[in-house]
Antibody, heavy 122, light 107 residues
Framework: QVQLVESGGGVVQPGKSLRLSCAAS????????MHWVRQAPGKGLEWVAA????????EYADSVKGRFIISRDNSKNTLYLQMKSLRAEDSAVYYC???????????????WGQGTLVTVSS | SYVLTQPPSVSVAPGKTARITCGGN??????VHWYQQKPGQAPVLVIY???DRPSGIPERFSGSNSGSTATLTISRVEAGDEADYYC??????????FGGGTKLIVL
């Protein structure tokens, strides 16, 4: 069965960096585009970033562009989100999610991880 | 920027029909997907491409999309349907992919 397991969350000071990971199993990871979606406490879902099946193309929400980098290692079936210059407003549960297509910015999220909490606070 | 507008909450009695709307400029021209999220859990896909249901989702869940409004309809509402529901659209604008969410309250 498809499993997505996020890790790497925690408490970090403003301005610092953090890297999230998402370990995928139960499907051919290299055949699917992948995304990060976040949810601030008590708030709605916010799309963060996407990467194509082969890592050749990526897109970002304006709120994180220039600070976050999405990447993937298909040999390790793992998705990453490198977050830099973190702000209080980046505090959220971060979900990795699969879309049913190879392309980014299309399709629907058919599988989600359980999320990892990032808290940016001094 | 493209805005997806959902009512903050919808209340319905058990056994009745709930309709949750997602408004957007000419949203009928784009595929709309819907997610259910219960407290402390990850979202779950309940409707994709306007009206298709994933396996395991009850037939009570249906969707439509036309003009400026997409609608998620839940028939014969049960207590277990109480959750937040989000619509999702890809329109080329990266700053609004999800609607703001609607809390379904089962009275």
């Amino acid at each position: 069965q498809v499993q997505l397991v996020e890790s790497g969350g925690g408490v970090v000071q403003p301005g610092k960096s953090l890297r999230l990971s998402c370990a995928a199993s139960g499907f051919t990871f290299s055949n699917y585009a992948m995304h990060w979606v976040r949810q601030a406490p008590g708030k709605g879902l916010e799309w963060v970033a996407a990467i194509s099946y082969d890592g050749s193309n990526s897109e970002y929400a304006d709120s994180v562009k220039g600070r976050f980098i999405i990447s993937r290692d298909n040999s390790k079936n793992t998705l990453y989100l490198q977050m830099k210059s973190l702000r209080a407003e980046d505090s959220a549960v971060y979900y990795c999610a699969r879309v049913e297509t190879v392309d980014i910015l299309t399709g629907y999220f058919d599988y989600w991880g359980q999320g990892t909490l990032v808290t940016v606070s001094s | 920027s493209y805005v997806l507008t959902q009512p903050p909450s919808v209340s319905v009695a058990p056994g009745k029909t709930a309709r949750i709307t997602c408004g957007g400029n000419n949203i009928g021209s784009e595929p709309v997907h819907w997610y259910q999220q219960k407290p402390g859990q990850a979202p779950v896909l309940v409707i994709y491409y306007d009206s298709d249901r994933p396996s395991g989702i009850p037939e009570r869940f249906s969707g439509s999309n036309s003009g400026s409004t997409a609608t998620l309809t839940i028939s014969r509402v049960e207590a277990g349907d109480e959750a937040d529901y989000y619509c999702q659209v890809w329109d080329g604008s990266r700053d609004r992919v999800f609607g703001g969410g609607t809390k379904l309250i089962v009275l």
